[in-house]
């Protein structure tokens, strides 16, 4: 459990809007949603995906690096990352322990692929639990390793001749999707309080100059 008291000591060194907006925030914020990235390399792409994610409100982003290093643009990203949880608590990055671990955590893996016979997005069911989207890299999608993990594929319909989009408009496409159909139904598709609290004091720290100093004059009190 996180210690409130530690929350509303830190709260004293930012504004009261900026405590006020956090708070606003935090009740758009989900983990019932979590993006994948498999393998990306292209640090705009990554970037743009980090934005996307924040802007939607999912709270979650996990990064396979199988052989590409995750570096977003922070220009691009316009910060993102610093109110998002990038990897929380996961040491490995290889696909099948990033997957493995999610699916422990009762996460369905949805891939986003646009291989036939695939459920379309808007029949994409969300009333069966959480979902973690895998999305592959920009130039061959996802390795047959994450298709073999998957529990489940869906695409976005296409009416060009492309087969796909680029993977931030995709992402974007997706979470515009599914964020807004959990919205208006009776799913459970908040943060509980525990995990607003996690996200509260990960934010206050980000923005409070020499945080972990105050944290530890606190505790020894």
Not at 24 to 38: C, D, G, P, Q
Not at 44 to 64: M, Y
Not at 120 to 142: P, Q
Request: neutral net charge.
């Amino acid at each position: 459990m996180i210690n409130n008291e530690i929350i509303k000591h830190l709260s004293n060194f930012v504004t009261k809007q900026r405590l006020e907006k956090f708070n606003k925030i935090l009740l758009n914020r989900t983990n019932y949603v979590t993006v994948v990235l498999e393998d990306i390399f292209q640090s705009h792409n990554a970037s743009a995906v980090l934005r996307t994610c924040d802007c939607f409100g999912v709270q979650n982003v996990f990064v396979i690096e199988n052989r590409n290093e995750f570096k977003p643009n922070n220009e691009i990203s316009l910060g993102a990352s610093k109110w998002l949880n990038i990897n929380s608590q996961i040491e490995n990055k290889d696909t099948k322990s990033v997957i493995i671990n999610l699916k422990n955590n009762g996460y369905r893996i949805v891939a986003a692929t646009p291989q036939n016979n695939t459920t379309m997005l808007n029949d994409l069911n969300l009333t069966k639990g959480k979902i973690a989207l895998l999305f592959g890299t920009e130039l061959s999608g996802l390795t047959d390793e994450a298709i073999s993990l998957a529990d489940e594929f869906v695409k976005i319909p296409m009416y060009g001749f492309t087969e796909s989009f680029n993977i931030s408009v995709s992402v974007a496409v997706f979470l515009s999707n599914i964020i807004e159909r959990l919205k208006k139904s009776d799913i459970s598709w908040q943060l509980s309080d525990n995990e607003k609290n996690f996200v509260l004091l990960e934010w206050l720290k980000n923005s409070i100059k020499s945080s972990d100093e105050i944290i530890e004059r606190f505790y020894k009190k």
